[in-house]
């Protein structure tokens, strides 16, 4: 099983619709979450992270964590055809060898239709 | 990717050849990665650096070895390339909140 698990996807949503993106992870004492967009040839970017149960809004996006049910999920409202990327899940799990190591998934592909 | 630099953007090596990856950043951060992606999976860490002049191993370190010559600067080594080290690889810096995270744009390498 693996550490952080996302659906690979590819996800496809319309434009103006909402796109969610689901992330589990194993560590059940895991504290911190985090979310990035990749565009294709391009690196990481951080765009969302919580650490406390409930939701986090930012703009159109908004970070949900649950940590009874170990899932986070990225809620992207009025998608928009640049929002097309890959968004990838990473935890800080309390049984990684430091305080600041980061465990990622595989990401999600994400497809905004016009 | 404004405050972590990566050189080369792209390099081809063949089995057997060396080469190092550099990486810096002018944040004054502590602490730095280096990460490598393969297509259709996430990052998976190879060394990181907490602080200057500490090293550690991360999830994938055979065939690696890295030096963090100073705060800004963290360069990771591959003595001896194979094909399986052929990826993309990530350098990144993370600052006093692990909400402060940069990664660099990236070295394109290709083993043959």
């Known amino acids: 099983q693996k550490e952080v698990e996302q659906n690979s996807g590819p996800l496809s949503v319309p434009e103006g619709a909402i796109a969610s993106l689901n992330c589990t992870y194993s560590d059940r004492g895991s504290q911190s979450f985090f979310w990035y967009r990749q565009y294709s040839g391009k690196s990481p970017e951080l765009i969302m992270f919580?650490?406390?149960?409930g939701d986090k809004e930012d703009g159109r996006f908004t970070a949900q964590l649950n940590k009874a049910s170990q899932y986070v999920s990225l809620l992207i409202r009025d998608s928009q055809p640049s929002d097309s990327a890959t968004y990838l899940c990473?935890?800080?799990?309390?049984?990684?060898?430091?305080?600041?190591?980061?465990?990622f998934g595989s990401g999600t592909q994400l497809t905004v239709l016009p | 990717n404004a405050g972590v630099t990566q050189t080369p953007k792209f390099q081809v090596l063949k089995t057997g050849q060396s080469m190092t990856l550099q990486c810096a950043q002018d944040m004054n951060h502590n602490s730095m990665y280096w990460y490598r992606q393969d297509p259709g999976m996430g990052l998976r860490l190879i060394y990181y650096?907490?602080?200057?002049?500490?090293?550690d191993k991360g999830e994938v370190p055979n065939g690696y070895n890295v030096s963090r010559l100073n705060k800004r600067e963290f360069s990771l080594r591959l003595e001896s390339a194979a094909p399986s080290q052929t990826s993309v690889y990530f350098c990144?810096?993370?600052?006093?909140?692990?909400?402060?995270?940069?990664f660099g744009p990236g070295t394109r390498l290709t083993v043959t």
């Open positions: 919580i650490y406390s149960n």
């Open positions: 650096s907490a602080s200057e002049g500490t090293t």
């Open positions: 990473a935890v800080n799990m309390r049984s990684s060898g430091s305080a600041r190591q980061l465990t």
């Open positions: 990144a810096s993370i600052g006093t909140g692990l909400y402060e995270q940069y």
